[in-house]
């Protein structure tokens, strides 16, 4: 009998349409629940999971089951349904996402860097923090006019 064995980690970022400030702190932690369930469905456990006002930021296991776009989509088009049922009706994601893999004996450094991100916004912007990611990663398809819309 053969058997799929797969362990992929992946820090996923996404902000709000024209980086909007909809994420209120009264409501970020029960986002972060829903999304935990989303990813929990499709079974992608997350690790961590923090956001600010106009972006966020989820670690988690990709299922072997499961395409990485397939994931994203239904975190943002349920996550935005929900939020416009919470009262945010204008609350939309932006269209890109930034992915981006980590290996096992790095976890704890991003788990660490997501749960900090409110004393690490205040002297580093999220296009900022994005870019060092896509820098650091050599990631080549980037286009500044595409991605922050």
Same mark, same amino acid.
């Given at each position: 009998?053969?058997?799929?064995?797969?362990?992929?980690?992946?820090?996923?970022?996404?902000?709000?349409?024209?980086?909007?400030?909809?994420?209120?702190?009264?409501?970020?932690?029960?986002? =972060?629940?829903?999304?935990?369930?989303?990813?929990?469905?499709?079974?992608?456990?997350?690790?961590?999971?923090?956001?600010?006002?106009?972006?966020?930021?989820?670690?988690?296991?990709?299922?072997?089951?499961?395409?990485?776009?397939?994931?994203?989509?239904?975190?943002?088009?349920?996550?935005?349904?929900?939020?416009?049922?919470?009262?945010?009706?204008?609350?939309?994601?932006?269209?890109?996402?930034?992915?981006?893999?980590?290996?096992?004996?790095?976890? =704890?450094?991003?788990?660490?860097?997501?749960?900090?991100?409110?004393?690490? =916004?205040?002297?580093?912007?999220?296009?900022?923090?994005?870019?060092?990611?896509?820098?650091?990663?050599?990631?080549?398809?980037?286009?500044?006019?595409?991605?922050?819309?």
């Amino acid at each position: 009998m053969g058997q799929s064995l797969s362990q992929l980690y992946v820090h996923l970022t996404f902000g709000t349409k024209f980086r909007e400030p909809y994420i209120r702190s009264e409501i970020e932690k029960e986002l =972060h629940a829903y999304i935990i369930g989303i990813l929990r469905k499709m079974e992608s456990p997350s690790l961590r999971v923090n956001s600010m006002p106009d972006h966020i930021h989820i670690l988690f296991r990709l299922s072997k089951n499961y395409a990485l776009a397939k994931v994203v989509e239904e975190v943002k088009k349920s996550s935005s349904k929900w939020m416009k049922e919470k009262g945010v009706k204008e609350f939309t994601w932006q269209i890109g996402y930034g992915a981006f893999s980590v290996s096992s004996r790095a976890l =704890h450094i991003v788990e660490s860097y997501i749960e900090h991100q409110k004393e690490h =916004h205040k002297s580093k912007t999220y296009k900022s923090e994005l870019e060092s990611y896509i820098k650091e990663s050599d990631v080549v398809e980037y286009d500044e006019k595409y991605f922050w819309t």
